[in-house]
């Protein structure tokens, strides 16, 4: 007799429940996809504020006198740039280069780090971080079970936010800040995934719940939307960002992604660097490539793409984008070397529908330098 795992669940799972959530499985997580329609929250972050769980997130804690040491070997970024207060978004890397995780470092204090990875990779980053410590002088925990995490995006999250949190409008793009929430020691982000201005609160699980509800209550004025995977998936894809698993993995590298600014070439010796300078030196077979269509249709993850009548690649995040009223998508082209505005055809239903190659990111606005 077969047996099916049961879905994980973060502390809101009847909160989303009793708000009438559509929940589905996402890598194992019961997890809402949408709250009204996909389209309706998508729009209130681009215009107002959006409230998302992303509680299933995984939360690791690196600390001690080896712990900016292990962190600089593991990333790909120079985790130097990020002092006490700051945080930088980094790929980890396995030995031929592919991206074992994207992950946001905090510095939190000096020789302290909160590592917030993907939930469909936490065991195996986890494992992954263990194997590269052993001879390292850090400490390594997997918090994840304990903490909750909410985001908090869009252009009037800061407003929100100042409600709770008083210093988190005066935080820069990527700043971090240790704050007491509801009497228990909590951190905020000024990070997102939406192509916003927005924050990430990590928080005990202990006090999620009572945060989401004071978020939903304090945020009628400010046209708050409690968004579900849905939206955060088309904000994303118009943002350009990456899905781990999806558009990128163990087999894919940061420059075949064309994500060359997240590896920092000269801040000494990094997991993965030889194998990614060779692949450099001898050039990309391929490349992420955004595209958008030229009439009607909506592209999925797994459309093929077509240049001169042959196969050329295909779409790993693709869909109809809200903002721009048109049907976009991503995917690895070959050759590597498409230029903005070069006409393609990808396959909708059985028939090919005029495309073109367009700049990544599809949707971007202004972010606060040094707070606001």
Same mark, same amino acid.
């Given at each position: 007799m077969s047996t099916v795992a049961a879905l994980r669940r973060t502390a809101l799972y009847y909160t989303h429940k009793d708000m009438g959530a559509k929940l589905v499985d996402f890598h194992g997580w019961e997890l809402p996809i949408q709250f009204t329609s996909i389209l309706k929250e998508h729009q209130a972050v681009r215009a107002h504020c959006g409230l998302f769980d992303v509680s299933h997130m995984g939360q690791i804690f690196a600390q001690g006198r080896g712990a900016l040491e292990f962190l600089q070997r593991v990333a790909s970024n120079d985790v130097r740039r990020a002092p006490p207060?700051?945080?930088?978004?980094?790929?980890?890397?396995?030995?031929?280069?592919?991206?074992?995780?994207?992950?946001?470092?905090?510095?939190?204090?000096?020789?302290?780090?909160?590592?917030?990875?993907?939930?469909?990779?936490?065991?195996?980053?986890f494992e992954w971080f263990r194997k590269q410590a052993r001879d390292a002088d850090v400490e390594l925990r997997d918090q994840s079970a304990g903490y909750g995490m909410l985001a908090i995006q869009g252009p009037r999250a800061a407003q929100l936010l100042a409600e709770l949190v008083p210093g988190c409008a005066a935080l820069p793009r990527f700043g971090v800040l240790e704050v007491p929430l509801f009497g228990q020691p909590s951190i905020v982000q000024r990070t997102g995934y939406?192509?916003?201005?927005?924050?990430?609160?990590?928080?005990?699980?202990?006090?999620?719940?009572?945060?989401?509800?004071?978020?939903?209550?304090?945020?009628?004025?400010?046209?708050? &939307?409690?968004?579900?995977?849905?939206?955060?998936?088309?904000?994303?894809?118009? &943002?350009?960002?990456?899905?781990?698993?999806?558009?990128?993995?163990?087999?894919?590298?940061?420059?075949?992604?064309?994500?060359?600014?997240?590896?920092?070439?000269?801040?000494?010796?990094?997991?993965g660097r030889d194998a990614l300078m060779r692949q450099k030196e001898r050039g990309l077979g391929q490349k992420w490539t955004g595209l958008k269509l030229r009439g009607g249709g909506v592209p999925r993850a797994?459309?093929?793409?077509?240049?001169?009548?042959?196969?050329?690649?295909?779409?790993?995040?693709?869909?109809?984008s809200p903002s721009l009223q048109i049907g976009?998508?991503?995917?690895?082209?070959?050759?590597?070397?498409?230029?903005?505005?070069?006409?393609?055809?990808v396959e909708l239903h059985g028939r090919k529908v005029a495309a073109e190659v367009t700049a990544l990111p599809f949707y971007s606005r202004p972010m606060p330098k040094n707070g606001s």
């Open positions: 207060g700051k945080a930088v978004y980094s790929h980890i890397l396995n030995e031929s280069g592919g991206v074992v995780d994207d992950v946001i470092i905090s510095c939190l204090s000096p020789n302290r780090y909160l590592v917030v990875v993907n939930a469909a990779t936490t065991e195996k980053d939406t192509g916003e201005d927005g924050f990430e609160a990590v928080v005990p699980n202990e006090i999620v719940t009572r945060l989401w509800e004071e978020l939903m209550t304090r945020g009628r004025s400010f046209g708050l &939307a409690a968004c579900g995977l849905g939206a955060r998936d088309t904000l994303r894809l118009e &943002a350009g960002f990456l899905l781990y698993g999806q558009d990128i993995d163990d087999d894919r590298t940061p420059l075949e992604a064309g994500y060359d600014w997240v590896v920092r070439w000269d801040k000494g010796d990094f997991i797994g459309t093929e793409v077509f240049a001169e009548g042959g196969r050329c690649g295909v779409l790993t995040s693709a869909t109809f976009v998508g991503i995917g690895y082209l070959t050759p590597p070397n498409f230029s903005e505005g070069m006409r393609v055809e």
